[in-house]
DNA sequence: GCCAACGTTGGC
DNA sequence: GCCAACGTTGGC
C-alpha cells in the first residue's frame, strides 16, 4: 500500500509522556495503545505521515507540537510481557492483538493551542471530527489535510 | 446475541 | 475529585 500522506491526531498524558520527552528521545515506539479504533488507525498508518501531538488529561489539554510517523505498524511488544501493564493474556506472538508505530519528534508549537480554542472552530473543523466530539475519547484519530492546515494555522 | 455491570478516559 | 460517555466483559 503506498497512498500519498496522511494525518493524525495522537494523545498522550504528559505526565507520562510529553512532546518535551520526544524532543528528548527523538524517537518513541507508541506502545499500550489498546483500543481496536486506535489500532485500526494504526495499521493505516504510513513512514512519513504528520502526526499532531496532544496532551490530555492535564492543566491546559491541546496540541502541543508535530510528530510524523516513523515506520509501519508492528506488534506491540508490551502485549507479550507479563509484567507490563499492557500485557494482554489473550495474544500470542503467533498472532498479536495490538500493533503499534514509532513516533519521531518534529517541532514544538510555540505555545498550546487548547482544546477550548480548537472547539471555537468546530463549524471549519467539522463536527463529526473526533477530537470535539462530545465524549469521544479516541486516543489515536485522523486528520484530514483540510482539519491539518487549520490547526497548524491556529498555532 | 442481549444487556447490565463494570472499568476507563478525559474534560471540567 | 466528579462524572458523562463509551468500551468491554460475562452471565444468561
Known amino acids: 500500500m503506498s497512498t500519498r500522506k496522511r494525518y ?21 515506539p507508541w506502545t499500550g495503545v489498546r ?5 485500526n488507525f494504526m495499521r493505516q498508518m504510513q513512514v512519513g505521515d504528520g502526526v499532531l501531538f496532544y ?16 515506520c509501519a505498524a508492528y506488534p506491540d ?15 500470542t506472538p503467533e498472532e498479536p492483538r495490538w500493533q503499534m508505530v514509532d513516533v519521531s519528534f518534529e517541532r514544538k508549537f510555540k505555545r498550546v493551542l487548547p ?4 472547539k471555537r472552530h468546530s463549524a471549519e473543523l467539522g463536527e463529526e ?12 484519530l485522523p486528520v484530514t489535510a483540510a482539519q491539518w492546515k487549520l490547526l497548524l494555522s491556529l498555532e
Open 8 to 28: 493524525w491526531l495522537m494523545k498522550t498524558e504528559p505526565d507520562a509522556f510529553s512532546i518535551d520527552d520526544l524532543k528528548r528521545v527523538g524517537t518513541e
Open 35 to 39: 483500543n481496536y479504533q486506535a489500532r
Open 55 to 70: 496532551h490530555s488529561s492535564c492543566e491546559v489539554p491541546g496540541i502541543v507540537g508535530v510528530a510524523k510517523v516513523a
Open 77 to 91: 511488544p508490551t502485549q507479550f510481557d507479563a509484567k507490563s501493564d499492557y500485557f494482554d493474556p489473550k495474544s
Open 115 to 118: 482544546l477550548e480554542e480548537i
Open 129 to 140: 471530527f473526533a477530537l470535539i466530539r462530545r465524549g469521544s475519547r479516541l486516543s489515536v
